[in-house]
């Protein structure tokens, strides 16, 4: 029988078992008495062997076979689940991770008769030969700790007659089955299979309690060694069967088409005619459900990347004897695959960082009058025309004393700088490139090592990221996305005699105010609101145009920029559009600052989008 | 030709069992993922025979069996199990099951089962 065709569904299905015992693992290492989870992740442990077996994939079912019968033991509380049995069992799942990408390669590329990239393979993967053992060790060893007067003999002896009496037993079922299906071949083997293993068992089971601890401590050296590079991957999006080269192109082609309705429109509108204005609003109807839909392909939930953060942080906080509450809230929240793809590696080291330098140990916890368990928040919420993802910990915060410190030693900012930045944007300084590698910032404020990447990362998405931090309570990263990628919301704004584009995900809020309200700082301009002095930057100064003598009111959209607000003046606000932005392909616009890219207007026009980042 | 309900959790394991089924003449007439629907389904369809998975969630096969026999004491129900659950396989026949399949099956040995017990003669 070809069972090719089921691999696809063999692989999801067996990554939802993966995942299930993963967190029914989780799960039981907080709440070590809830047979709920007990039960599910055994069933999920018997599917994942019944589909392997099926499949004829041997070393899968082996593996999994043995994890099934381990759980079966906790189950039936003959052997107590310990961090250390966990440890056993996630290392297992991996190495079973590892198998199914391996045999459904070999499937695929056997389908399709051609080369498959096998390097990347199995690099991180424990081995599964050895967990196997590992399992094995502890299955066919003694089954309880053993109370001290029982002498191995004795118990061996015992074990064999209890052996036999259930052998009897389970003869005279199987003449009773005989009966029934008298004719089926797997029944014998498969009642062999099962007396074989008991047989072994009952051999082995003079291995004394030593050789689980053995195993054990073997494979917590595996493990701590792993932690840091066999988590960190993300993983990829699989359940699309659209490559993302296809999403993009037909992404491409509908913004063309969007494009060419609105070059259709005006022409509509000069025309004056009835009967094409009619048709052109099913025209628009029709591109604009076709936008939608293509745009909702591109979706993927968050879930897709965060799956992987309860295990990581459980590993990384067990490695470092810290106790850690790890809470992910709006999982469902969707994003453009693209967006998603990106944004995973930012936030594993967010997430990193506030493990190896936020969250304390539990003494000094104590100690500092927190919580024993330090607790690390993803929050993900969609608004209207972005995403902000947060992550929160309640560990000991940034010192911006430090950061100053080294800022100035790295010769970042000056002395008087230094002196004057404020709380929040000598924070902000953790971004800066130079910093990033300087040690003593790791060591002693606790965050640094390529934080840089992280904002570069974001704000090449057309996202932004900012930090908040308090001394002893905690630190505080936003990242905001846009929902998708090439199609951004955008202000259109007038400057001259050109139009610009201004993302919205940058934007603030657009407020006017009269010529008379603003104030000089230090030779800059400035407004006050809210109290608080916001910066302007006229862009017609920007851009070398003269200043507009005319004006009574001045038009500001207020843009934020690494947690800054700043004030852009503007000649006119033009509304709201949806741009498709197309990237420089020159040189020399990539060395420009200032421009993210440009987009096309429905007559023709090329505008530029502005990019906030690089603007100030 | 048997008119078949299959009720397994794993879509997986549906779809196999469903491609051998048609491939050789019979007819799938359900595919339930757990025991509550797969009660419901089976008065509304009344198969001629229902391949039931022993390891759910929610309710069991065995429970599911148990049940179904007290609704319809003339069902005809196939437990389905990997390899390494004797006993629960041994207490479903004590239930009342009409026969077992082992996972992984071999297609030839399923339908054997399934000619014997949905034509008796």
Redesign the interface.
């Given at each position: 029988?070809d069972m090719s065709k089921?691999i696809g569904?063999?692989r999801s299905?067996s990554e939802k078992n993966i995942k299930e015992i993963s967190d029914s693992l989780l799960e039981l290492e907080q709440d070590p008495g809830n047979m709920e989870q007990m039960n599910?992740m055994?069933?999920a442990a018997?599917?994942f062997?019944?589909?392997a077996?099926?499949?004829?994939f041997k070393q899968i079912v082996e593996l999994t076979?043995e994890m099934?019968?381990l759980i079966d033991r906790f189950r039936k509380g003959r052997l107590t689940l310990d961090s250390s049995l966990i440890d056993i069992i996630f290392e297992c799942l991996d190495a079973l991770e590892g198998l199914v990408e391996n045999v459904c390669k070999g499937m695929e590329s056997k389908a399709v008769e051609g080369k498959n990239d096998r390097s990347e393979g199995n690099k991180s993967y424990p081995d599964a030969v050895e967990v196997l053992k590992t399992l094995r060790n502890i299955n066919n060893s003694s089954e309880e700790v053993l109370p001290l007067k029982s002498e191995f003999e004795s118990f061996s002896a015992d074990k064999k007659i209890e052996e036999k009496v259930e052998k009897k037993e389970?003869r005279e079922?199987e003449k009773?089955?005989e009966s029934?299906?008298e004719?089926?071949?797997?029944?014998k083997s498969?009642?062999y299979?099962?007396l074989d293993f008991k047989v072994k068992n009952v051999q082995n089971s003079r291995i004394q309690d030593s050789k689980i601890q053995d195993s054990k401590i073997q494979d917590l050296k595996i493990r701590d060694s792993k932690i840091q590079d066999s988590k960190t991957r993300v993983t990829r999006i699989q359940s699309s069967r659209i490559s993302t080269e296809q999403l993009d192109k037909l992404m491409n082609l509908v913004g063309e088409l969007v494009i060419n309705r609105s070059r259709v429109k005006e022409l509509t509108e000069e025309s004056k005619s009835k009967d094409l204005e009619l048709a052109l609003s099913d025209f628009q109807k029709l591109t604009r459900e076709l936008q939608e839909e293509v745009l909702e392909i591109r979706m993927v939930p968050l879930d897709h990347i965060t799956n992987i953060f309860p295990r990581m942080i459980r590993d990384l906080a067990r490695a470092q004897n810290k106790k850690i509450n790890f809470i992910i809230k709006g999982k469902e929240i969707k994003l453009d695959r693209a967006i998603m793809e990106e944004i995973g590696d930012p936030l594993v080291h967010l997430l990193r960082n506030a493990v190896d330098h936020g969250i304390e140990i539990p003494e000094e916890r104590v100690e500092l009058g927190k919580e024993e368990s330090g607790t690390i928040m993803i929050t993900a919420s969609k608004q209207q025309n972005y995403v902000l993802i947060k992550i929160e910990d309640d560990g000991r915060g940034i010192s911006t004393e430090e950061i100053r410190k080294a800022a100035l030693e790295k010769g970042l900012i000056s002395r008087g700088e230094a002196e004057q930045l404020s709380e929040r944007e000598a924070i902000q300084l953790i971004f800066a490139p130079g910093l990033s590698t300087a040690s003593a910032v790791t060591d002693l404020s606790g965050r640094g090592v390529g934080m840089d990447v992280v904002k570069n990362r974001i704000e090449r998405l057309g996202g932004s990221v900012k930090v908040e931090s308090k001394l002893g309570s905690g630190s505080k990263f936003e990242l905001k996305l846009p929902i998708t990628i090439a199609l951004y919301q955008a202000m259109l704004v007038k400057v001259g005699m050109e139009r610009y584009a201004i993302p919205f995900t940058s934007i603030v809020k657009s407020i006017s105010v009269r010529k008379e309200e603003v104030r000089h700082i230090r030779g800059e301009e400035v407004i006050v609101i809210n109290e608080k002095a916001l910066p302007l930057l006229r862009l017609r100064k920007l851009f070398q145009l003269p200043a507009d003598q005319r004006e009574e009111n001045l038009v500001i959209v207020i843009v934020e920029k690494a947690g800054r607000d700043i004030g852009f003046v503007v000649d006119a606000l033009l509304g709201k559009q949806e741009v498709i932005i197309k990237n420089f392909r020159s040189r020399l616009m990539e060395k420009t600052r200032g421009f993210g890219g440009a987009t096309i207007m429905g007559d023709g026009s090329v505008i530029l989008i502005l990019d906030v980042n690089s603007i100030i | 030709m048997a008119r078949v309900m299959i009720v397994d959790?794993?879509?997986?394991?549906r779809?196999?069992i469903r491609d051998?089924l048609l491939k050789h003449g019979h007819e799938v007439v359900a595919e339930i993922g757990d025991g509550e629907e797969a009660i419901q389904t089976y008065l509304e369809i009344k198969p001629d025979l229902v391949l039931m998975d022993i390891?759910?969630?929610d309710m069991d096969g065995k429970e599911a069996l148990q049940k179904l026999l007290l609704m319809d004491p003339d069902a005809k129900v196939v437990m389905c199990?990997?390899?390494?659950?004797?006993a629960l396989?041994?207490e479903s026949?004590k239930i009342g099951a009409?026969?077992?399949?082992?996972?992984?099956?071999?297609?030839d040995?399923m339908l054997?089962?399934i000619k014997k017990i949905a034509e008796p003669n």
């Open positions: 029988m089921y569904i063999f299905e599910v055994f069933r018997h599917t062997k019944g589909m077996a099926t499949m004829g076979h099934e019968s389970e079922e009773k089955l029934i299906n004719e089926l071949k797997e029944k498969f009642t299979s099962g | 959790d794993a879509e997986f394991m779809m196999v051998i390891i759910m969630p199990s990997s390899l390494g659950q004797q396989i041994t026949m009409m026969g077992f399949i082992v996972k992984p099956f071999e297609p040995g054997d089962v």
